[in-house]
């Protein structure tokens, strides 16, 4: 599966950005899904993920301020981020992950930049 991700760019701190990844293929539900970010200097680590079954998980420091969801059918996983902070500030990455195989996919990242 190839995956692009979308929507980073430049926000003040308390605001919002929306994610985007659109993977190829016709078996999007076949595919835990999964936002990563890598800030600079530091290593990559897991933010938000949603499995197929549309169960969710989130790392503790976005808790109650971001949401991850799937949109099956436009084979598109969405994080929405809000009350960003400039510790948020990193390279985002999509990663999908078969259910079956557990063969990992990236894309590649898409760029959150939060000015204090």
């Known amino acids: 599966v190839q995956l692009q991700a979308s929507g980073g760019g430049l926000a003040q701190a308390g605001g919002s950005l929306r994610l985007s990844c659109v993977g190829s293929?016709?078996?999007?539900?076949?595919?835990?899904m999964a936002w990563y970010r890598q800030a600079p200097g530091k290593e990559r680590e897991l933010v938000a993920a949603?499995?197929?079954?549309?169960?969710?998980d989130y790392t503790e420091s976005v808790k109650g301020r971001f949401t991850i969801s799937r949109d099956n059918i436009k084979r598109t996983v969405y994080l929405q981020m809000n009350s960003l902070k400039p510790e948020d500030t990193a390279v985002y990455y999509c990663?999908?992950?078969?259910?079956?195989?557990?063969?990992?996919?990236w894309g590649k990242g898409t760029l959150v930049t939060v000015s204090s």
């Open positions: 293929g016709n078996i999007f539900n076949f595919y835990h």
């Open positions: 990663q999908a992950t078969h259910v079956i195989t557990r063969s990992n996919y």
């Open positions: 949603i499995t197929s079954g549309m169960t969710t």
